[in-house]
């Protein structure tokens, strides 16, 4: 299978590995945050360990450690395996994105 | 006090046996070399400083950084794209001289690793090159996919490489790789291996003229 | 394109004019050789032996075709009832003729002699029988059918189950079986390899050729996969008229024009096995199948991936058996095999051969072999008339047309003697030595359908067609369903054309060939019901009335039918029986065959040789390896190397006299210890982070804080996962207000990268950091030991101060070194002495190690190795690996005191969960042994002290041991429940896999020197 790194073009799977579900948002928490104890836990429990097993199409995290190193978001159909986008994650070339948006 | 010398050693000292081996007798199908004596510097534009990098490297190589996967050949370096906001840049070894030059270049808009002894480079060049890389490579280097001046990171035996074409005098295709120093002998018997039934003609040049 | 693997369109073709042969001698003793014709080199003799009989065939032969010239019937005894089997195709979907082909360690079992191409000096045996071919003691077990009926292993051998392993398996093993493997390891190469294309055509018929045609003049990349030696599928065998001229013309003008275009790639003897995700194709390439053993340097079989946009699959049709009794006899074949070896391979399978054949293309073997000269025995079509294109052929020849069905097959070990033919209600005997039968063509929808793709029924050909291929693949011909060579060659360059349009060829594709469209009329029979052994899967002995006994029995879904007969389980996958399985099965349910539908198709199509998987990775290339820059130094050194990950490390340095590598760790870390030794730790993962945000990033990936870490001072460091477990740990330097570096442990470099590159690039895209990997960039030494800081002053020039004051513990920075050698050099250390680490570029790593013996020299430097660099930091009681197993946490391996509260970091509020803090849990803790004799084991367990040792008792295990020279005992760091409250209990240490079982005492981890004095000094 061959994966369309947005930086590097087409390249086999086996340059690429997987961490799953790209939905979830990390939830930051300060040390002196108002929140309760609970809610924190909750809240982070969550980002752990909640995932939906998605039998369709799905965003997630792909990392293309094999070639470019970047952080990657790519739409799948876990059922065809097919691809419908691959796109960088936000810090995947900070140097242009940070350009275009400062 | 004893004398305290420091010799220099390739990390192929071992694994590079100068010569032809392999199948046939004649000319090699695949030769592959060791590059040695190289200066390689990573250069990592700052966060919204692409441009200023750009511009900086311009100034300093008379070319513009590839922002796609590519080398760009300048008088002093090759610019090898390295990933998003990144490249190599790769020039014979002068000491700390061409690092310095560099930092002083990019100093505040760009970071640096000095990767001079973190890799060994090799060409792979010989009319079979393209046979005995598709063993190991799974990259397309089709000359309509892959031409003079394609570069890419890719996966090699599970660890990672840079790749890009060039051309010898003649014309013919030249594959150079940049592969990490510590995985080079064991790359190194791979790819020999990959270009035996096509014979191959093993050595090593000095990228210092 | 050139090069790539010797293509033979035709082959040497040197009597397909009919040329006499000039070899009479050895072309005489082929009893069934014709004297003409064919696509065999008769200038080419060659020799091979066949179960120690000597025999002759030409160049072009297979081994199977050149059997059939030597008149060889029985070549093989069954899987189960070791019956009498011969040839009965010819091609790969051969469930019979399975041999052993050479000896000794190149020594290949299950080959099908039917893809086997001949070569001088081929050696080949049949197997499964004991003692000989024809006296096989093993037929027994045909008399023994009934318990080697359907499902017999679970009906026969449930009980009692410890029976099984050393009784019911090898017996049965032994009499039932294949082939016998070489037990010696393979001496050849096998290679993996990748290709690109545009467009993959699979199979060399008139489609497949019709496809790469149009593709390949429309310009697109085509790849032309043929399993055969030889280019043209069944053109080969069945001739042909094509644009008005003989189809072999035809076929070498199209493989000319083919290898005429620079952008087709021919690949012949390539088995197209599967195709996966986003299209990419595994095939298997026999580069010297063909030949006894490859020349020096040369590949055996190279295992193929090739990612291509579009594929056209020209696979073809195979034929299908009909089932009746004695169908299995040798000299029962399938029909257009009969047609195949007579017109590819000039060989006559029968003296007089009858036909069975449901469907018109059973005819086209009748027209060849009286073409051929042959004698027709009969031909029996149940359908009752003769196809109106055979009607003067039959009149022309006299043939005895019989309207009815074979219900028996005589013979013996030599095979078929005569059939019985019932017609009506009438039987007759004829006398033939070859039956060739023909149940119709199964489109050979495999490709099609490995993405779980359904076949669907057609009726009109009684055959299933594909279903939904996977994307971008396009079947054609009669891979389609299209079975006459018109529709091929029309489909196959309408097929190609498409696909090289869709991939953006621009060019003209020309127009497609064309034949005259024969007719194909089919009046579906799979099962001839009478009285016998009649075999559905030859190859795994499956009968119709193990079929009919599955469904009695309510095994009645097509995957319940195939575990359960194991129908389609063998080598050939089911090729030729699949089909008329489910067939036998939805009549016997009383259903139709599209209802019953077809178990799920997966690959591998054709067998692959385990050996063309592993490719180059096998022996000392099982995988890829990591050398130290003083690797060559230390193994020069005589060295003991260890594979820690893919790195060779030294794992100890053995001097001459030293018998024991106990022996030789002691001597290092008593020098160490007591003096100063040094060793190569350039494998730690080493990471640049850099840039204005570089200390905020540590300070949230670390537990402690580092961007109030000065310039010039290293810290050490613990991270966590997200749900609050540790992930690694190790020391960073500031270099720079924008620069730190920090370390890994050598396991986990790599992982730890990519953890930060995720942070840095999803997490916290907002901050300023740069990451590079700086690893393999340093030679990196720790020097430690109480004459370290002598060693220096002999190692650094003069102008550099490396006392205690001028470079204090935990202090870096970049020192020059007698000779002009700039380094850096950090106060660390791991083994509790005073210590210091000193880097330089790789390329100096072996002038490094020279330096440091050449400076350490008066002091008695000694290089040391892992083992002495495990038992330092045990007896120090630093955490490593083991520690850090995954399920630790800080405060589990006593550096909960780490964290800081006035920032967050990752895993902080997970750690935080009670069950992670809870005070029963197993912490880091030292042991050691009551008895000081006593050799202590990691891995085994603490229970309390007068507890019976179970699961309800245990209290943790040692993680790490080793012997102590310092304290002359074995210790031990151990996670243990509570442990810390419990400094001094004795406990019980059980180790039920060694069977060891004594008293131990929990003590502090810290060993050595608990004040810390000596690394400060
Ligand atoms: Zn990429």
Known sequence: MRIACPFCGERDSSEFSYLGDASPKRPNFAVDSPNSPAEIEDAVFDYVYLRANVAGDMREYWYHGGGCRSWLIAERNTVTHEFKSVTAAPGAGAALAGQAGE | MPDFTWETQSPLRKALVVGRHGAGTGAAGVTLREVRDIALVQVMARRGQAAATAKAAKKLFGVEPPTSPKAVTAKTATLIWSGADQFLAFAPHSGDEFYAKLADTFAGIASLSDQSDGRCALHISGPRARDAMAKFCALDLHDTVFPVGAAASTAIDHTNASVWRSADEAGEAVYNLLVFTSFSDSLWHMIADAALEYGLDAGHVSAVQ | MSGYTETQPLGRTATADGRASPDRSSAANQSHRLANGGLIDRQAPLQFSFDGKSMSGFAGDTLASALVANGVKLVARSFKYHRPRGIMTAGSEEPSALVEMRTGARKEANTRATTQELYDGLVASSQNRWPSLRRDFMAVNSLLSPIFVAGFYYKTFMWPAKFWEKLYEPAIRRAAGLGETAHLPD???????????????????????????????AGARVILCEEDSHIGGRLLSDGGEIDGMPALDWLRRVTDELASLPNVRIMARTAVFGVYDGGDFGALERVNDHVPQPAEHQVRQRLWRIATRRSVVGAGAIERPIVFPGNDRPGVMMAAAVRTYINRFAAMPGKRIAVFTNNDDGWRTVEAVVRAGGEIAAVIDPRGKVPAAYRALADRSGLRVLPGQVVDVKGGVDGVRSITVATGSSTQNIDTDCLAASGGWNPNVALSSFHRGRPTWREDIAAFVPGVSPPGMIMAGAANGDLSLDACLRTGHAAGAMAAAETGAKGKSGNAAKAADEAFAIQPLWQVKAKGKAFVDFQHDVTASDV????????????????????????????????????????ARGRSIAETGTTIYRPPYAPVAIGALAGHHRDQNFHAWRLTPSHHWAAERGAVFVDTGLWKRAQWFPLAGETDWLQSVKREVLAVRNGVGFCDVSTLGKVDVRGADAGTFLDRVYINGFSKLAVGKARYGLMLREDGIVMDDGTTSRLAEDHYLTTTTTAKAGPVTQHLEFCRQVLWPELDVQLSSATDQWAQFSIAGPRTRDLLINLVDPSEDVSNEGFPFMGVREVMLRG??????????????????????????????????????????????????????????????????????????????????????????????????????????????????????????????????????????????????????????????????????????????????????????????????????
């Not at chain 3, 599955?550 to 389609?568: P, W």
């Open chain 3, 548 to 587: 009919t006994l599955a469904q009695r029995e309510g095994f009645e879904s097509v995957e319940h039918l195939k575990r359960y007969t194991t129908l389609g389980m063998a080598t050939d996958q089911g090729k030729n029986s699949n089909v008329t399985g489910l067939a036998i099965m939805a009549d």
């Open chain 3, 820 to 1017: 002009g050698m700039k380094a850096r050099l950090f106060r660390i250390s791991f083994s509790g002495e005073m210590a210091f680490e000193i880097a330089v570029p790789a390329r100096y790593g072996e002038a490094m190690a020279r330096n440091i013996m050449k400076a350490g020299e008066p002091f008695g430097v000694v290089p040391y190795g892992t083992e002495a660099l495990g038992v330092m930091r045990i007896e120090k009681g630093h955490v490593a690996g083991p520690e850090l197993n995954g399920m630790t946490t800080a405060s589990d391996l006593g550096l909960g005191g780490m964290a800081s509260k006035k920032k967050d970091f990752i895993g902080r509020i997970m750690a935080g969960r009670e069950a992670l803090m809870a005070p029963d849990r197993q912490v880091v803790v030292g042991i050691k042994p009551v008895d000081k004799a006593r050799r202590l084991r990691s891995g085994a367990h603490v229970v309390p002290k007068g507890a019976i040792p179970g699961p309800e008792t245990d209290q943790g295990y040692l993680t790490s041991v080793c012997f102590s020279p310092v304290l002359d005992h074995w210790i031990a760091l151990a996670l243990v429940e509570r442990g810390r409250e419990r400094i001094g209990e004795i406990v019980r240490i059980c180790d039920p896999l060694r069977n060891e079982d004594y008293e131990a005492e929990i003590c502090s981890p810290v060993f050595y020197d608990p004040e810390g004095g000596r690394q400060r000094a």
């Open chain 3, 187 to 217: 001496p050849d190469h096998y290679d993996k390899a990748w290709a690109h294309c545009d467009v993959l055509v699979v199979g060399s018929g008139a489609t497949g050729l019709s496809a790469a045609l149009a593709a390949g003049r």
